[in-house]
């Protein structure tokens, strides 16, 4: 029975740290992310501070300034200037400026319609990463998503002979479509993944290049267009469009005489939005997900699959089972992004459609650490970043590509978050390492 | 021995704290050029851990390592390799993709100015292959080869950077009975050549086979030295599983019912072809416990996974009260009444990132009370958390706290407070009080022999002998994947025990 005495103080080492890290635990989760975002922007502000366009400063002269470096020093004021004017372009191309009110609504608008295919392939991918899996193909599931809604969304109704279908049917039956093109997408390399032990990161790769394939001949084949000189599908019929929330009328010349539904109609172009109800089946989804991953069994499975699969399979999980059911959630959520975009969006697929959606909800998902709701404002910033990339363009004369680089600097930040750890001097968080990359090593 | 020999390296009072263990406790030895010395001991008995001071891989707390006869200090591989001294691991350190020879030249190239003089580092492989009569193919392809092949290029490899110590890590468990007989071989061949050789093994057979001095480990301190010829198997099985403490469990004369459990013919192969269960019956009664004795890795941890559905069998049946469960889904095995200790509390009987409180519901979570519709009745989780820390002990401060942040001992008893719990007709215990504190041994062994007298059938299998012995109302004992003998507990000696353990048959009227 000596252990007994031993046992209380072990105890109470265990106890000190809880109160705090129950408070603020979140906080804890969210500073590592919170300072890769701000060491990334800094650097970024550091490369426009040196890499200024020249026609925004005074041109170099020998005889003015002597040397290259004396030149550099006098413009320094100027350059941060230039590089403040960068962050502000930034900011009023992503939220408006807002010495203008009448801007900030259509720049908010542009940026939350940025961010909702990023929300959605973001928690598609942060499910996979829950379950120890990593999904590489959520672009190939967008893909068929967009694909699978726009079949039913354009053509639907002369599949029945008919003029039209009632928006009640068509609008449900092309989300369905999209929702579970995705889904099979998704499914494929789950199956391949439980049953024969093929890493999902090679197949689902291939599988993304093969959806590109099938997207690219169907809309040159029997989806195109004939009437059309782009590469892309006919418009989707207007009972199948997702509603703007509030924009003007929609110009029928412009939309192959379809007129898309929105839920108030407006006559100012300050309220001229493109917002649409994606944004809400997004927000929906988050919640749908974060119930789903704390309150159920289901989410439970997939955890616990992703934190142990040796304790799953002990307690009686179906591994298999789990594997298979959360990748096919993960491509049915990318297929919803690709859906929203379509139906919500585009209103018809073009041969350039996903610009990397996919590959960046990645980026997100490991943004926000697998967690839902932290999705939200990580694709909020990714979407923000995108948005406000054109007017700092504009603005400053800077390339958009810096967001690139902002992007690039984050996500290496995250990933090797040791590096901002020791920068800012942080401890590790006990338990608070996340498992996406269990998979790679088997 | 002669005493004026130097000892090529001499330990003393070599200490090694763990949190929570003491894995080295003052452990002193010599080891003589030209001997081959055996160290014995189960797992955890802090072999490996001695042998990772040894080359450099730990700091000893306390305690000094001489080399001969000079005081040494060794703080990596390379300055234990540099003071002649190698080590064989259990996992071999082989690039597959490599030739033998490469593998043996890595990291100790001979160059010719900046090219690599291949002629002659396969000559220099060439010759100790053949001064020690370790047969290797050098310009084979490491992948290729078989095991025993693989661990001679092991061999080779320390050779090569000229120790005159070589310490094998349980070097046959992943061989097959002719290829640990060719090992034996190579190593006396070296031990004739001067070398000194220490050999780590749970084996009684092999150790009385090749060695010329043992040393058993027990929970980190030298219990004994024997001489090989004359220790007989059952004197150092006795040595290697016995116990300082002696357990006491207050415990009635079983009352055996019915039979649970009923288990027919049970044959398995593993990867490579081997034996693991073999022809295995055996019959376990509501109201006892029936012990498995044997040394680790004699099919034990198959024949539990295939009653609790973790391993598919090719052969053979298993019954549970009438009912066939052969190669059922673990799950459908649960809810027929099984309850199941893991031997592997850490990798399979608990998600150690989760909450005490997610981990007592971990095989019923999916369950009512504690899923009521589609989602967590947490009230009745949180609930029953906390009357299972309660009832079962567990020191924690809340029932939130992380289960990998709690200690060995209350780790096991989350997963006997969630086991024994359900509505069961069985209970399989597999290695129950593994590395774990005294009174947390205790609260265990109480455990299940409540669980016993309240009628159910328990299935215990434990490579402690001591425990298998105090728990136990009839003993089976296996070895290479048979049961060699089951015995009243009243018959059950230590002695007769130990010799079973080691594979040695009772004579046909001693049954």
């Not at chain 2, 890590?169 to 004739?192: G, I, K, N, S």
């Not at chain 2, 009230?379 to 401060?397: M, Q, S």
Request: aromatic share 6%; proline share 5%; net charge neutral.
């Amino acid at each position: 029975m000596a252990n007994e005495q031993q046992a209380p103080a072990e105890t109470k080492k265990t106890t000190e740290p809880q109160p705090s890290k129950r408070r603020f635990g979140w906080l804890n989760e969210a500073i590592v992310p919170l300072l890769a975002i701000l060491t990334a922007v800094l650097i970024g502000a550091v490369i426009v501070f040196v890499s200024i366009p020249g026609n925004k400063l005074p041109t170099f002269d020998l005889n003015i300034y002597g040397s290259r470096s004396d030149w550099f020093f006098s413009t320094i004021p100027e350059r941060l200037r230039v590089t403040l004017s960068a962050f502000t372009g930034l900011f009023s191309g992503a939220f408006g400026d807002w010495t203008k009110p009448s801007t900030i609504p259509v720049a908010i608008s542009n940026t939350l319609v940025e961010s909702t295919p990023y929300i959605l392939a973001g928690l598609a991918v942060a499910v996979t990463f829950k379950a120890g899996l990593f999904n590489v193909g959520a672009e190939g599931q967008l893909l068929m998503g967009a694909l699978g809604s726009v079949a039913v969304a354009a053509f639907m109704p002369q599949w029945f002979g008919v003029a039209s279908l009632p928006a009640i049917i068509h609008l449900p039956a092309a989300l369905l479509a999209g929702v579970i093109a995705g889904g099979l997408w998704g499914i494929i390399p789950g199956y391949l993944r439980a049953k024969t032990g093929a890493h999902e990161v090679i197949t689902t790769i291939m599988l993304n290049y093969i959806a590109l394939q099938v997207m690219d001949y169907l809309i040159n084949g029997v989806m195109k267009d004939k009437s059309a000189t782009l590469q892309r599908t006919p418009f989707i019929h207007e009972n199948a469009a997702l509603p703007r929330i509030i924009s003007k009328a929609t110009d029928p010349s412009l939309t192959g005489g379809q007129a898309y539904p929105r839920l108030f109609t407006t006559t100012s172009s300050t309220w001229d939005l493109r917002i649409h109800m994606g944004i809400v089946l997004a927000f929906l989804m988050v919640g749908f997900i974060w119930w789903l991953m704390n309150r159920t069994p289901k989410g439970f499975e997939i955890k616990t699959v992703g934190e142990n699969p040796e304790a799953a399979r002990y307690a009686g999980m179906s591994i298999t089972g789990t594997v298979v059911g959360a990748m096919g959630l993960s491509g049915a959520l990318a297929g919803l992004a690709g859906t929203s975009q379509v139906i919500g969006l585009e209103y018809n697929l073009k041969a350039v459609f996903s610009s990397g959606l996919g590959f960046d909800s990645l980026a997100i998902a490991l943004l926000a650490k697998s967690n839902p709701i932290a999705i939200v404002p990580a694709a909020l910033f990714w979407g923000a970043l995108r948005t406000g990339a054109g007017a700092m363009q504009v603005n400053t004369g800077i390339s958009i590509n810096l967001i690139q680089i902002i992007q690039a600097l984050v996500i290496m930040f995250i990933a090797a978050d040791q590096i901002v750890r020791w920068i800012y001097r942080i401890k590790q968080a006990e338990g608070g390492k996340i498992t996406f990359n269990r998979s790679w090593g088997k | 021995m002669t005493a004026n020999v130097v000892p090529a390296l001499e330990v003393r009072n070599i200490t090694k704290q763990f949190p929570g263990v003491l894995a080295n406790d003052h452990i002193s030895f010599t080891l003589l050029p030209g001997e081959i010395h055996a160290f014995l001991g189960e797992n955890g008995a802090g072999k490996s851990t001695l042998m990772n001071i040894l080359y450099g891989l730990y700091d000893p707390d306390e305690g000094e390592i001489l080399i001969n006869g000079k005081l040494a200090k060794i703080k990596n591989p390379a300055d234990a390799i540099g003071l002649g001294l190698g080590m064989v691991h259990q996992e071999y350190a082989l690039v597959d993709t490599l030739t033998v020879t490469e593998n043996i030249i890595l990291g100790t190239e001979l160059r010719k100015g900046p090219v690599l003089n291949a002629k002659e580092a396969s000559q220099r492989v060439r010759e100790l292959s053949e001064q020690y009569g370790l047969a290797v193919p050098p310009d084979a392809i490491v992948g290729d080869l078989p095991v025993g092949v693989q661990q001679r290029v092991e061999i080779l490899k320390a050779l090569y950077r000229n120790v005159n110590m070589l310490i094998l890590d349980e070097p046959t468990a992943v061989l097959t009975p002719q290829e640990a007989d060719d090992l034996f071989r190579v190593m006396r061949e070296l031990a004739d050549q001067g070398k000194a050789l220490i050999f780590i093994t749970h084996k009684l057979r092999e150790v009385r086979e090749v060695a010329d001095r043992i040393t058993v480990l027990r929970r980190g301190k030298v219990v004994g030295d024997a001489d090989p010829k004359t220790a007989s198997e059952g004197q150092l099985a006795a040595l290697m599983v016995g116990r300082d403490v002696v357990l006491k469990v207050d415990k009635t004369a079983a009352n055996p019912g019915d039979v649970v459990l009923k288990v027919r013919n049970l044959n398995l192969r593993d990867d490579r072809g081997l034996t693991v269960l073999d022809d295995v019956s055996i019959d376990v009664h509501a109201g006892e416990v029936l012990g498995i004795a044997g040394v680790q890795g004699n099919g034990q941890t198959e024949l539990v996974e295939a009653i609790t559905g973790l391993q598919a069998l090719p052969s053979g049946s298993i019954e549970l009260l009438g009912k066939d469960i052969t190669n059922r889904p673990p799950r459908s095995i649960t809810e027929q009444g099984v309850a199941y200790i893991p031997e592997d509390r850490k990798g399979t009987g608990l998600v150690l990132g989760y909450s005490i409180r997610d981990n007592l519901v971990l095989s019923t979570y999916y369950k009512p009370p504690f899923t009521k519709g589609l989602t967590f009745n947490d009230p009745a989780i949180d609930e029953n958390a906390k009357e299972l820390i309660a009832t079962f002990d567990v020191r924690t401060p809340s029932a939130t706290t992380t289960a990998g942040s709690l200690s060995g001992g209350n780790q096991q008893k989350i997963i006997v407070a969630r086991e024994f719990t359900r509505k069961n007709r069985l209970l399989i215990a597999s290695q129950p009080t593994r590395g774990i504190d005294v009174g947390s041994i205790e609260f265990i062994h109480n455990q299940i022999i409540k669980q016993r007298d309240a009628g159910l059938a328990v299935l215990l299998v434990s490579a402690e002998l001591d425990e298998v012995l105090a728990l136990a109302d009839r003993v089976a004992v296996m070895y290479h994947g048979k049961i060699v003998g089951i015995l009243p507990i009243a018959e059950a000696t230590r002695e007769r025990v130990g010799l079973l353990m080691a594979g040695i048959q009772e004579q046909p009227n001693g049954k």
